[in-house]
C-alpha cells in the first residue's frame, strides 16, 4: 500500500552519524520502530458520500528532517464508510527510526469530492496543494516496538458550504494512540427522536446525533471552532433488530467525557454559533480496549 523509497537519506545519516559519535567513532545502529496509521470518521447529514484521495503520509521527527512515505497507489476512501469503530489503514509496518515526532501530514490529491442526493460537487480542501492536512500533534515511536495510530476526520465539523454554494472541507484532526483508546456505545431514548419541537425530517431520521464533550460535566454546544466544541459527533440510528435507537464511539482516548443529545444536528453550521437543543448531558468515563455503556433520556426507575 505504501513505499519507503522516498525515506530523507539525510535523515538516516544524521541518525547514524548521531550514533557513531556517541560510540566514539565504533560501529552503531539506528534504532527503529513500527508505524502504522488509519483513518476513521464521523457523520455529516448533508452528504451521502465525502471522497478523499490520499497520496503520502509524512511525519516530523524532532531531531531530524521529515520523513515521507508515498503510497504505492493513491487510496481514494469515502470517509462515511469509516465511522464509529470502522477504520481504513493508510501506512502498514512501516520501519521508521524511533524518538519523538512533532508532526504528521497527509498528502492529499486535489480530486475530493462531496456527493448530496446523487449530485457530485467538488470539494476545496484550503492549501491542501501546499501543505496538506496536517496535525500538530507530538508523539513517541518506542524503539522495537509497534506504535498504531488512528486520525479522526470528524466531518460535522469540517464540511461547509460557503455562501458562494461552493463546498469546504476543513479538517478538524484528531489522532489517538490505539492502545490508549477504548469506545462508547447505546441508545437514546425515543421519546427524544420523536419530540415535535425537533428538527429531523418528517419521519424523525435526520439530524439525530450524540455529540460527545472532554471531561465530566463539560459545558454542552454546538461545534462553532470554540474551545466548548465536542471532540466527536455520533449519528443515531434505528436498529430494528434490537428496536432502539442507537449510537457509538469508537477510538476514545480514556478518560472522563460528557455525552449529550441533539435532534437539531442538521442545523449545526461549523462555522457560527448555532442554538440547538440538547438532552440532559450524561457522564461516562472510558478505559483502554473496553466499551463502555450509555443511556441517553432514559428514566430512572
Not at 52 to 71: D, N, Y
Not at 109 to 126: F, H, K, M, R, V
Not at 216 to 238: K, L
Request: overall charge negative.
Amino acid at each position: 500500500m505504501f513505499s519507503l523509497s522516498k525515506l530523507h537519506q539525510s535523515l538516516f545519516l544524521t541518525l547514524l552519524g548521531a550514533g557513531l559519535t556517541a560510540c566514539g567513532g565504533g560501529s552503531g545502529s539506528t534504532e527503529t520502530a513500527t508505524f502504522n496509521l488509519a483513518i476513521t470518521d464521523g457523520p455529516v447529514e448533508m452528504a451521502d458520500a465525502v471522497r478523499v484521495t490520499f497520496t503520502e503520509v509524512e511525519l516530523k521527527p524532532a531531531g531530524g528532517p521529515a520523513v515521507s512515505i508515498t503510497l504505492d497507489e493513491p487510496l481514494t476512501l469515502n470517509l462515511l464508510d469509516y465511522q464509529g469503530s470502522l477504520s481504513e489503514p493508510l501506512v502498514q509496518n512501516a520501519t521508521l527510526p524511533a524518538g519523538e515526532y512533532n508532526w504528521v501530514r497527509l498528502g492529499v490529491a486535489d480530486n475530493a469530492e462531496i456527493e448530496i442526493s446523487g449530485a457530485i460537487y467538488p470539494l476545496e480542501i484550503p492549501s491542501s496543494a501546499q501543505s496538506g492536512l496536517k496535525l500538530n500533534r507530538g508523539f513517541t515511536l518506542a524503539a522495537g516496538g509497534v506504535s498504531s495510530f488512528t486520525i479522526d476526520f470528524d466531518l460535522r465539523k469540517s464540511v461547509h458550504q460557503e455562501g458562494t454554494g461552493d463546498y469546504k472541507l476543513r479538517p478538524t484532526l484528531r489522532m489517538v494512540d490505539n492502545l490508549e483508546v477504548g469506545s462508547i456505545s447505546g441508545t437514546v431514548a425515543e421519546s427524544w427522536i420523536t419530540d415535535v419541537e425537533c428538527n429531523n425530517g418528517d419521519n424523525n431520521d435526520t439530524g439525530n446525533a450524540v455529540y460527545l464533550f472532554a471531561g465530566a460535566d463539560a459545558e454542552v454546544a454546538d461545534i462553532s471552532g470554540a474551545a466548548t466544541d465536542p471532540i466527536a459527533t455520533a449519528s443515531v440510528n434505528w436498529n430494528s433488530n434490537a428496536s432502539a435507537y442507537e449510537f457509538g464511539f469508537g477510538f476514545v482516548a480514556a478518560g472522563d467525557y460528557t455525552l449529550a443529545f441533539t435532534c437539531d444536528a442538521i442545523l449545526d453550521d461549523p462555522m457560527v454559533v448555532d442554538v440547538l437543543a440538547f438532552s440532559i448531558p450524561v457522564n461516562a468515563s472510558v478505559s483502554a480496549d473496553a466499551d463502555t455503556q450509555v443511556q441517553i433520556g432514559v428514566p430512572v426507575q
